[in-house]
């Protein structure tokens, strides 16, 4: 299967710091990729899509002043966490496809802890 | 907007038992996909289908897209410690456009 990166795999900041966490896509280019929030024992819950030189669509309560998306390449997408707090403490996971409705790969992963 | 059903929501089962669990949807889908997530990692691919009626298998899991193109069921056989997590199902809705619809997850625990 496709490969998809994903780091840091763990962060711990302060409150009111911003955090970085990139998703690549080693070996296929992806158009479109997703980031996903996770609270312990829950579901994945998609928070916004990622497309390719466009601005990123988010789900509805998704502040997107507050979890910045840039997909500046095909292979790369950053979500950014701005002036982070504990409630943002959270697992996040990307996810990319080769195309719409393509099966899609996720990455491992980032466990951030907001002290 | 799109929901998918998973069931059972969690399952103890004794080491070497067989396993099933099911997804479910009052709407069509075109695709079906099974994920297993380890704590603390991201999903894994386990079985991806495409056709109504399709039966595939990987190993000690096979997994069918139902007929009526509503429902996916994933069985897993002689279950082992490590298939121990999360089983996830996501459908691609009929519509063109729209995104993958993940499941609630069924969460596994096997016991030795």
């Known amino acids: 299967g496709a490969v998809v990166s994903q780091h840091p795999s763990r962060v711990i900041c302060k409150s009111g710091t911003s955090v970085k966490i990139e998703c690549r896509s080693l070996?296929?280019?992806?158009?479109?990729m997703f980031w996903y929030r996770q609270f312990p024992k829950q579901s994945l819950m998609l928070m916004a899509t990622?497309?390719?030189?466009?601005?990123?669509?988010?789900e509805q309560g998704v502040e997107k002043d507050k979890f910045l998306i840039n997909h500046a390449s095909l292979t790369l997408s950053t979500l950014t966490v701005t002036s982070a707090h504990p409630e943002d403490s959270s697992f996040y996971i990307c996810?990319?496809?080769?195309?719409?409705?393509?099966?899609?790969?996720f990455g491992s992963g980032t466990q951030l802890s907001v002290l | 907007g799109q929901q998918l059903n998973q069931s059972p929501q969690s399952m103890f089962i004794q080491e070497g038992e067989d396993v099933s669990m099911n997804c479910t949807s009052s709407s069509i889908f075109n695709t079906w996909l099974w994920y297993k997530q380890d704590p603390g990692e991201g999903p894994v691919l386990l079985i991806a289908l495409y056709k109504a009626g399709e039966l595939t298998s990987n190993g000690r899991l096979t997994a069918q897209f139902g007929i009526t193109r509503k429902d996916s069921f994933l069985n897993i056989s002689a279950s082992i410690p490590s298939d121990v997590g999360i089983y996830f199902c996501a459908g691609s809705p009929v519509r063109e456009g729209q995104n993958f619809v993940f499941g609630p997850g069924t969460r596994l625990s096997v016991l030795p």
């Open positions: 070996d296929f280019q992806a158009t479109t």
């Open positions: 990622s497309n390719e030189g466009s601005k990123a669509t988010y």
């Open positions: 996810s990319g496809g080769r195309g719409l409705n393509e099966k899609l790969f």
